[in-house]
């Protein structure tokens, strides 16, 4: 790449053209942003309902306390359950909870919808469908544990490939853990390490139901393209649904691309019917409230301050909302806006890279230090894996250099004693301001696999609550305390050695983690 990286705003594949008129709805400053209710619903809420978490144990908790409070419904989209203590006891809340509503009454209402990967979720004698299926067994009426298969393993690759490798080629990626109408979005999985050392974001949406609505909604449609795990740890697909590795590829693809379009304009269309209603009241109520005072406006709601957008991208299936939303953020940033972007795995598509490289906003980019990369320390192929980081790191930061961009483009390593980074999203902060109106968090890590071969999803938060904007700064801030600066004496540290087949193999590998 070259200097003509500078025009990559006018050279990268054009993105949708998504306009958006002035909106009378939302109080003047979002509307900037309001392009993408073109694509997704928006859902409007109250800052107060936002509460932004910082660490593992947090999260953990929450979930516990979450679990143990529902009443009707209970949705976990991860990766994978893990099989130790901490996870067991996570089973434990579930199984006393669903006793607990059985008691309370003859037929319960509370149902528990699980939705993992199946190759994760698969590997080893006990597994995330061991801890699961005592679940099953006990309650079969009120749990379902769906299993997503990617339609891109199958045939002889699916018998070759070893079964410690066969994630590479897709997964359900998705992370969202619902209670009734609270939603907890965050990149972390249900395991140990995320619930102790292993650094991530999280976010807790409450009393929000058109959201969990949503989500559930959309764990559904994937769970109905998924196996269905049985009490005797078998798995079968849904009656009439076409097999994700057995059957026709094309046809299971049109349907999965159905199902989930279905999910998100079905949403779109009641957010817009909502909000029509919720303006042409507010108007009533403007109206009562100058004729007959204040005791008019006694059952109106406060006015939202806060918008969410589901962002989506699940490219197996033709959808690709989240990568059309970033790129658009990322071509649109203005001179001096700031931009914090930080993922666990530091492997950005052509497209982000050369959008950061070619546009105006200056960019803080947040990354894993080799010793707090997830794979540091593993056996065999896998531990070379943070130096392949290290390499795609290290390229990246020589064509900062090249353009003459250090000052625009800086990297940052985090570092921490005895803990791994998995933290992924990105703040925006526009001219001239000093906190945030915009994070992305959730699944997606900003490189290839996130875009190309997982099912991801996030929600861009986009507030004028000052608040909220300063619990989003104080967690950016909390985040890159821990980090230090990367510059060229970096690269000649003992611990950023990079083999060299290493640096042979990386560019053919790039594209499976």
């Known amino acids: 790449?070259?200097?003509?990286?500078?025009?990559?705003?006018?050279?990268?594949?054009?993105?949708?053209?998504?306009?958006?008129?002035?909106?009378?709805?939302?109080?003047?400053?979002?509307?900037?942003?309001?392009?993408?209710?073109?694509?997704?619903?928006?859902?409007?809420?109250?800052?107060?309902?936002?509460?932004?978490?910082?660490?593992?144990?947090?999260?953990?908790?929450?979930?516990?306390?979450?679990i143990r409070t529902a009443q009707r419904r209970v949705v976990m989209a991860s990766l994978y359950l893990g099989t130790g203590l901490?996870?067991?006891?996570?089973?434990?809340?579930?199984?006393?909870?669903?006793?607990?509503?059985?008691?309370?009454?003859?037929?319960?209402?509370?149902?528990?919808?699980?939705?993992?990967?199946?190759?994760?979720?698969?590997?080893?004698?006990?597994?995330?469908?061991?801890m699961l299926i005592p679940l099953l067994q006990r309650f079969p009426e009120q749990v379902?544990?769906?299993?997503?298969?990617?339609?891109?393993?199958?045939?002889?690759?699916?018998?070759?490939?070893?079964?410690?490798?066969?994630?590479?080629?897709?997964?359900?990626?998705?992370?969202?853990?619902?209670?009734?109408?609270?939603?907890?979005?965050?990149?972390?999985?249900?395991?140990?390490?995320?619930?102790?050392?292993?650094?991530?974001?999280?976010?807790?949406?409450?009393?929000?139901?058109?959201?969990?609505?949503?989500?559930?909604?959309?764990v559904d449609a994937i769970g109905d393209l998924s196996l269905q795990l049985q009490r005797d740890d078998t798995v079968r697909m849904m009656e009439g649904m076409v097999h994700p590795y057995q059957g026709d590829k094309m046809a299971y693809c049109e349907i999965a691309n159905q199902k989930v379009m279905e999910v998100i304009n079905s949403a779109r269309t009641?957010?817009?019917?909502?909000?029509?209603?919720?303006?042409?009241?507010?108007?009533?109520g403007s109206s009562s409230l100058s004729q007959h005072g204040s005791q008019a406006s006694g059952g109106l709601k406060p006015e939202p301050d806060t918008w969410i957008y589901p962002l989506i991208q699940m490219k197996p299936f033709g959808i690709q909302i989240d990568e059309m939303v970033t790129e658009t953020l990322l071509t649109e940033a203005e001179r001096d806006a700031r931009i914090y972007l930080t993922t666990g795995y530091f492997n950005l598509t052509k497209a982000y890279m050369d959008l950061v490289l070619g546009t105006r906003a200056e960019y803080r980019i947040l990354?894993?230090?080799?010793?707090?990369?997830?794979?540091?320390?593993?056996?065999?192929?896998?531990?070379?894996?943070?130096?392949?980081?290290?390499?795609?790191?290290?390229?990246?930061?020589?064509?900062?250099?090249?353009l003459h961009q250090q000052e625009r483009v800086q990297l940052q390593e985090y570092s921490r004693a005895g803990w791994t980074f998995h933290a992924k999203g990105l703040w925006l902060y526009l001219a001239g301001s000093d906190l945030p109106c915009l994070t992305l968090i959730g699944s997606p890590n900003f490189g290839y696999r996130s875009v190309h071969r997982d099912?991801?999803?996030?929600?861009?938060?986009?507030?004028?609550?000052?608040?909220?904007?300063?619990?989003?700064?104080?967690?950016?801030?909390?985040?890159?305390?821990?980090?230090?600066?990367?510059?060229?004496?970096?690269?000649?540290?003992?611990?950023?050695?990079?083999?060299?087949?290493?640096?042979?193999?990386?560019?053919?590998?790039?594209?499976?983690?």
């Not at 009378?24 to 509307?31: I, V």
């Not at 943070?386 to 064509?399: L, N, T």
């Not at 700064?473 to 230090?484: C, K, R, V």
């Open 1 to 66: 790449r070259s200097s003509w990286l500078l025009l990559a705003p006018l050279l990268t594949p054009p993105v949708p053209v998504i306009t958006a008129s002035p909106c009378s709805l939302c109080p003047e400053g979002a509307h900037r942003f309001q392009w993408i209710r073109n694509l997704v619903p928006e859902f409007g809420i109250s800052s107060s309902r936002v509460k932004v978490l910082s660490s593992p144990a947090e999260f953990y908790e929450l979930l516990k306390v979450q």
């Open 455 to 513: 099912l991801e999803a996030q929600v861009a938060i986009v507030t004028e609550n000052t608040a909220l904007q300063q619990q989003l700064h104080q967690e950016q801030e909390q985040l890159y305390l821990s980090s230090g600066v990367v510059s060229s004496s970096t690269f000649e540290q003992p611990s950023r050695y990079v083999k060299l087949w290493v640096k042979l193999v990386t560019p053919l590998i790039k594209n499976f983690f």
């Open 270 to 284: 009641r957010q817009e019917l909502l909000h029509a209603k919720t303006f042409h009241s507010s108007q009533q």
């Open 144 to 218: 379902r544990v769906s299993l997503f298969h990617t339609p891109n393993l199958r045939g002889l690759l699916r018998l070759l490939i070893p079964e410690r490798f066969n994630e590479t080629i897709g997964l359900q990626h998705i992370k969202v853990y619902l209670f009734d109408d609270n939603v907890i979005l965050s990149g972390a999985n249900l395991s140990d390490l995320y619930f102790t050392n292993r650094q991530d974001r999280y976010v807790l949406l409450q009393d929000s139901p058109e959201i969990a609505d949503f989500f559930t909604e959309l």
């Open 367 to 402: 990354l894993a230090s080799p010793e707090v990369n997830g794979f540091f320390g593993a056996k065999g192929v896998a531990g070379a894996i943070p130096a392949a980081y290290v390499y795609i790191e290290r390229q990246f930061y020589s064509e900062v250099c090249y």
């Open 86 to 130: 901490l996870e067991q006891e996570l089973v434990d809340c579930l199984e006393e909870t669903l006793e607990k509503s059985l008691q309370a009454k003859e037929s319960s209402d509370l149902r528990v919808s699980i939705l993992l990967d199946y190759t994760r979720g698969s590997r080893g004698r006990k597994n995330s469908r061991t």
